[in-house]
């Protein structure tokens, strides 16, 4: 049987400890977009790159990933009223738009029932499907596809 010595105890202990200072001494150098200004004061407006136009689909990361919006959309209304990006990806339309159409998950709902119309949980695209931009980005990333995706 192992008997407890102080060991035991300390050396996590300390573990723990140098975790949190290493996070307490990280925190200091992440550069949000606001820069390191107080909350209280307004930084000047962050100029958000053009987005790229028309860069045809893309090619997707992973398996599950929502496919990257390939043109821009600005002035696209998405609101309770109107879903212009349904206008173009939904069943009704896609073909005549000569746009991809919305996979069956989108009308799909929590409980995996299949819904007539597009489900509330995919109403808001771009909750996942984001537009590309040319920026640099923010943070140094090293993911690779797996193989057959390469
Ligand atoms: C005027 C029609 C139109 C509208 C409106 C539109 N799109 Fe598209 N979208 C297209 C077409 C056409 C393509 C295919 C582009 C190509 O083949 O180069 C596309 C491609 C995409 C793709 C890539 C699909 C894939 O399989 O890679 C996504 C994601 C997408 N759009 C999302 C959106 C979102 C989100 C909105 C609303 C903010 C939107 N689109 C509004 C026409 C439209
Ligand atoms: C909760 C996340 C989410 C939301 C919200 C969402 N999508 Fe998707 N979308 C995905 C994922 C994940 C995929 C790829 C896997 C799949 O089809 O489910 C996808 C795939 C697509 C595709 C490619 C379909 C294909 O067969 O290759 C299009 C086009 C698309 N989405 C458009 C839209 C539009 C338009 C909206 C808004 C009405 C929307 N999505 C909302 C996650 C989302």
Redesign the pocket.
């Known amino acids: 049987m192992m008997t407890i010595t102080a060991r035991h105890v300390i050396a996590p202990l300390l573990l723990a400890l140098s975790g949190l200072a290493v996070a307490a001494s990280d925190a200091g150098n992440l550069g949000a977009l606001r820069g390191h200004m107080a909350l209280e004061q307004d930084p000047a407006p962050a100029r958000i790159e053009d987005p790229l136009k028309?860069?045809?689909?893309?090619d997707?990361e992973y398996i599950h990933q929502?496919?990257?919006?390939?043109?821009q959309?600005r002035d696209?209304e998405?609101d309770l009223k109107v879903?212009?990006?349904?206008?173009?990806?939904g069943w009704k339309n896609a073909a005549s738009?000569?746009?991809?159409r919305v996979s069956p998950t989108h009308y799909e709902n929590r409980d995996g029932l299949t819904l007539s119309d597009i489900s509330p949980r995919r109403y808001f695209?771009?909750q996942c499907?984001v537009?590309q931009t040319g920026a640099a980005p923010l943070v140094e990333n090293t993911f690779t596809p797996v193989e057959s995706l390469r």
């Open positions: 028309d860069q045809g689909i893309q997707r929502p496919p990257l919006i390939p043109h959309v696209y998405v879903n212009q990006c349904l206008s173009c990806h738009r000569n746009a991809p695209c771009q499907h537009p």
